[in-house]
């Protein structure tokens, strides 16, 4: 498995400060305290010189927080305006709070208020974090709709909010604002930074809380390790670009698999079969193919068909042609117990597909499923029932809709008061890979990988919007390919694509074109590797 980050629920990180504070290992006091003064920490190293700040504190604990936070900065030497609320907070906010009222004042927090006060270099949102019950109305919700910018102050609020946990209203477990309007959400707060607790959380890494996240920083604040252990859920982990990206996210058996030895010859790495399709798509299944021999794969055979062969008389010269009119020759070909994977979708046809992916799922060999593949498999139910656990389908999100109408149409009911209204992007790729069986990733920019067994990642891809461009697809599709081809387990060859695919577009950056992405991954390959 890769080594991501352990994702936790607000239900899990719950229970996990309750453990530690029932076991005496630290007390609320102390927690809070090192959840604002790190707040405060990085605050400030975000920008440096003292500054102007107004911090917007809700009823509970995030409230708690944000009056630390406000301490802090104050004892840094920043003017600090305090906006608060007069509920009794609990215990630990309540003395938070006391602390704070001995160096400064604290008037309401109502919009009227904000909109009076003069403008500051930075607005801290400590409205509310976890413990969101409902969705956020009222003059709250003006508050959040003028920190997004909806009134004519708009550029008081843009590139100055800071989060503590998250912006206020997000469902941490979701991703998801609920009851915001998509008229609202165009208003929606936008961080700068949020600063999250011990681990992130779901909705930090799902859209569109991940939009008005910004940079996320996850600070240690005392809770005991607990990786692995928040059972009986399975794991959900997080790859985002934070990591740096090096050997050490990948266990060792899988850096041994990707390495070569002295002693292999290239049938030990695999060979890949790739199915193209009529000449007019020809690409797709090339930059597939391309991808799989640049992974390592020891041998890729481009398979289209005898009319369309001309087409594929070009680079690479590495790759081997062989043409596949019908099952039968297909059949033949997967006769070879050398044959170690197979890519079916890319520039493929549906027709081609759909006559192809009966022999190619019963001969039971890991197998990538793309594109034209999952029209096909959405047409014809019946071939849904012959996916198995060595299956990687790698659907966009039409392509997911098309496949799973069932899961799809839980989505979209449009705004609701409770919250988590609809299933998140991690709840339909469960039911997903649950359903089909079959290791499931649903591309995006927060792209989620799960297994049938449940676990699952988030990889996250924000920073790398050029990846949406033609072909881009195709090449993750021959990387995790390459990697199935190259024995890796379904989950982690889907995993480690959806990480060395954006990793080759952070290296090339703007511009990027599909066939660049290929290019990039020798230098993926030493930095893993050494
Ligand atoms: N869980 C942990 O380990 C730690 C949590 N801390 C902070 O505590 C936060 C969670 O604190 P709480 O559980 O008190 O929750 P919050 O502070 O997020 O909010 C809870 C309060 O808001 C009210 N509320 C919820 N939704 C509302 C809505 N839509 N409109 C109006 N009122 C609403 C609730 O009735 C309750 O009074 C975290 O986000 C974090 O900032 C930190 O202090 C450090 C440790
Ligand atoms: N805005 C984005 N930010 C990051 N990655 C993206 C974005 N849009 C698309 N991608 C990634 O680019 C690839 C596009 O795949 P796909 O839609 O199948 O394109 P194509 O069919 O042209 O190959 C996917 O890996 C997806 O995760
Ligand atoms: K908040």
Not at 197 to 212: A, D, N, S, V
Not at 250 to 261: E, F, G, H, T
């Amino acid at each position: 498995m890769l080594i991501g980050s352990e994702i936790l629920t607000s239900a899990q990180m719950r229970a996990i400060e309750s453990d530690a504070i029932g076991s005496g290992a630290v007390t609320g006091l102390a927690l809070m305290e090192q959840a604002g003064a790190a707040a405060a920490a990085l605050i400030q190293q975000a920008t440096p010189s003292p500054k102007d700040v107004i911090v917007l504190c809700g009823p509970g604990n995030n409230g708690g927080d944000g009056y630390v936070v406000a301490r802090h900065l104050h004892d840094a030497g920043w003017s600090v305006r305090v906006l608060g609320m007069d509920n009794t907070p609990g215990a630990d906010a309540a003395h938070m709070k006391d602390m704070w009222l001995k160096r400064g004042q604290i008037r309401p927090l109502s919009d009227a208020q904000l909109m009076c006060e003069p403008p500051a270099n930075i607005y801290v949102d400590a409205i509310f974090g976890t413990g969101l019950t409902r969705k956020v109305a009222g003059d709250l919700h003006r508050i959040l709709l003028r920190l997004g910018g909806r009134n004519d102050d708009a550029e008081r609020y843009s590139g100055r909010i800071y989060a503590i946990d998250c912006i206020s209203g997000l469902d941490l477990d979701s991703g998801q604002m609920p009851g915001w309007s998509s008229e609202h959400m165009q208003h929606a707060p936008r961080a700068n930074m949020t600063v999250a607790f011990h681990r992130p959380k779901p909705g930090h890494l799902l859209r569109p809380g991940c939009l008005l996240t910004g940079d996320l920083q996850i600070v240690d604040i005392g809770l005991p390790e607990t990786k692995g252990t928040v059972s009986p859920a399975p794991p959900l982990q997080a790859i985002w670009p934070q990591f740096p990206f090096s050997r050490s996210q990948v266990r060792p058996a899988i850096a041994q698999r990707l390495a070569k030895s002295p002693l292999d010859h290239k049938f030990r790495h695999g060979h890949a079969l790739v199915i193209a399709g009529g000449a007019e798509h020809a690409g797709a299944a090339r930059l597939a193919a391309r991808a799989a021999l640049r992974i390592g794969a020891g041998l890729v055979t481009i398979c289209p068909p005898s009319q369309a062969m001309p087409e594929h008389n070009t680079t690479p010269d590495a790759l081997m042609r062989h043409p596949v009119d019908d099952t039968q020759e297909l059949q033949d070909l997967l006769a070879d117990p050398r044959i170690t994977a197979i890519c079916i979708g890319p520039g493929c046809g549906i027709a081609r597909a759909t006559a192809l992916l009966p022999a190619i799922l019963a001969a039971g060999r890991p197998c990538l499923l793309d594109a034209d593949a999952l029209t096909a498999l959405s047409r014809d139910r019946s071939l849904f029932a012959r996916l198995h656990e060595k299956c990687v389908m790698t659907p966009h999100e039409g392509e997911f809709s098309r496949l799973f109408p069932n899961i799809a149409a839980k989505q979209g009911r449009g705004p609701t008061d409770q919250l988590t209204p609809t299933p998140s992007r991690i709840d339909m790729l469960r039911m997903a890979a649950h359903q089909s069986n079959a290791v499931t990733l649903l591309k995006g920019p927060d792209t989620v990988i799960a297994a049938p067994t449940g676990a699952c990642y988030i990889h996250t891809a924000l920073d790398v919007p050029w990846l949406a461009t033609a072909g881009s697809g195709d090449t993750l599709a021959g990387i995790a390919t390459g990697l199935l081809a190259r024995s890796l387990p379904a989950t982690d060859a889907a995993a480690l694509a959806a990480l060395i695919h954006a990793s080759a577009a952070r290296k090339f950056g703007p511009g990027l074109i599909a066939d660049d992405l290929p290019e990039q991954i020798p230098a993926i390959l030493q930095m893993l590797l050494t």
